[in-house]
């Protein structure tokens, strides 16, 4: 059973909607984050944060933004979203000791915007 | 900075072939290292890990050994199956407790 929750799942959406991508996990992991995965594979980190009012900025910059008002919600949205957003979107969290544990990541949002 | 190196794939094997895939890691502290696989459709999961020099991490009949002179963790399965057909991702961690992943490399096994 999953501990940490991404959906949808899958999501065809026109260019300029708004749109928000969930993140829950259960595990009352601190920190948390939102990676983009491109077709070739590669994983670039967008967003990261520590705890609770905590968001920072990843290796790639991305046009999304997310917020982090209870431990266990992480929401990325994306105001106005273009073809060039359409990729799979993955979702992980840690516990303080990252070192040993490593992430969990959820299932993955798959955009695609036409 | 940290990095982490593997080999490109595709890899593709015939069912109950042996499998190696090469990591290599920037030999910043001492870091702890991960195998992740990633099933199609799927996100990350957790595959095995080895935190300290000389540790042997294991799961599903895959292992990796965290070999410090070579700053290698190279993943091995003895006989692949089918089922492992996956993308797999090497990892370190890094001095903010952050993991940096390596490219990945996909694995096809034919019967």
């Known amino acids: 059973e999953a501990d940490i929750y991404q959906t949808p799942r899958y999501l065809v959406i026109g260019t300029g909607k708004k749109i928000t991508l969930e993140c829950s996990q259960t595990?009352?992991?601190?920190?948390m984050y939102w990676y983009q995965q491109d077709p070739g594979m590669e994983l670039h980190l967008i967003h990261y944060?520590?705890?609770?009012?905590?968001?920072e900025k990843g290796d790639l910059s991305s046009e999304s933004t997310v917020s982090r008002i209870r431990t266990e919600h992480f929401p990325l949205t994306l105001e106005s979203a273009r073809p060039s957003h359409t990729s799979q979107y993955l979702c992980a969290s840690s516990p303080p000791g990252a070192a040993n544990y490593g992430y969990t990541f959820g299932s993955g949002t798959r955009l695609t915007v036409v | 900075g940290n990095s982490v190196t593997q080999m490109e794939g595709p890899v593709t094997l015939s069912e109950e072939a042996f499998l190696t895939i090469n990591c290599t890691y920037t030999?910043?502290?001492?870091?702890?290292l991960f195998w992740y696989v990633q099933y199609p459709g799927e996100g990350l999961q957790l595959l095995l890990k080895?935190?300290?020099?000389?540790d042997k991490g294991s799961n599903k009949g895959f292992e990796a050994t965290y070999r410090k002179e070579t700053t290698s963790f190279h993943l091995e399965k003895g006989s692949v199956q089918v089922s492992d057909s996956a993308v797999y991702f090497c990892?370190?961690?890094?001095?903010?407790?952050?993991?940096?992943f390596g490219g990945g490399t996909r694995l096809m096994v034919k019967p």
């Open positions: 990892a370190r961690n890094n001095a903010g407790n952050m993991l940096t």
């Open positions: 944060s520590y705890g609770v009012n905590s968001t």
């Open positions: 030999a910043t502290g001492y870091p702890s």
């Open positions: 595990m009352g992991h601190d920190k």
């Open positions: 080895a935190t300290k020099a000389d």
